[in-house]
C-alpha cells in the first residue's frame, strides 16, 4: 500500500529555512513524478513543486528561486529546501504522487505545518 510521511516542518522566522522530507513506501519511488503541495488556513490546496523521475523540476511562481525540489531514489525520499521563507509560505504542506491510472491511485502524506513569523 502506498505511503508517504512528510517531516521537517516547524517555526520558523521569515527569512529563514526548512528543509521537508517526505518518504515513500510501497511505492516505486524512482518511477515517479513527486509534488508538494500546501494549504494554508482558509484558502484551497495549492501547488507548490513538481519532480519528475527524469528530474526535471518546476516551480509554482509564488516559490520559485527560493525553494528547491529534489528527490534521492536510493532513500525512496522526496525533498523541499525552502529558503528566504516569506509569513505567506505559512501553511500545511503535503506531498503526493500518482502511482496508477485510477484516480484512486494517488497517494498523500498527512502534511507538515509550517509557519513563518514576521
Known amino acids: 500500500q502506498a505511503q508517504l510521511v512528510e517531516s521537517g516542518g516547524g517555526l520558523v522566522q521569515a527569512g529563514g529555512s526548512l528543509r521537508l522530507s517526505c518518504e515513500a513506501s510501497?511505492?516505486?519511488?524512482?518511477?515517479?513524478?513527486m509534488q508538494w503541495f500546501r494549504q494554508a488556513p482558509e484558502k484551497q490546496r495549492e501547488w507548490v513543486a513538481t519532480?519528475?523521475?527524469?528530474?526535471?523540476?518546476n516551480y509554482a511562481d509564488s516559490v520559485k528561486g527560493r525553494f528547491t525540489i529534489s528527490r534521492d531514489n536510493a532513500k525512496n525520499t522526496l525533498y523541499l529546501q525552502m529558503n528566504s521563507l516569506k509569513p505567506e509560505d505559512t501553511a500545511v504542506y503535503y506531498c503526493?504522487?500518482?502511482?496508477?491510472?485510477?484516480?484512486?491511485?494517488?497517494?498523500w502524506g498527512q502534511g507538515t505545518q509550517v509557519t513563518v513569523s514576521s
Open positions: 503526493t504522487t500518482q502511482y496508477g491510472s485510477l484516480p484512486s491511485r494517488r497517494a
Open positions: 519532480i519528475t523521475a527524469g528530474d526535471s523540476t
Open positions: 510501497g511505492i516505486i519511488f524512482s518511477s515517479l513524478t
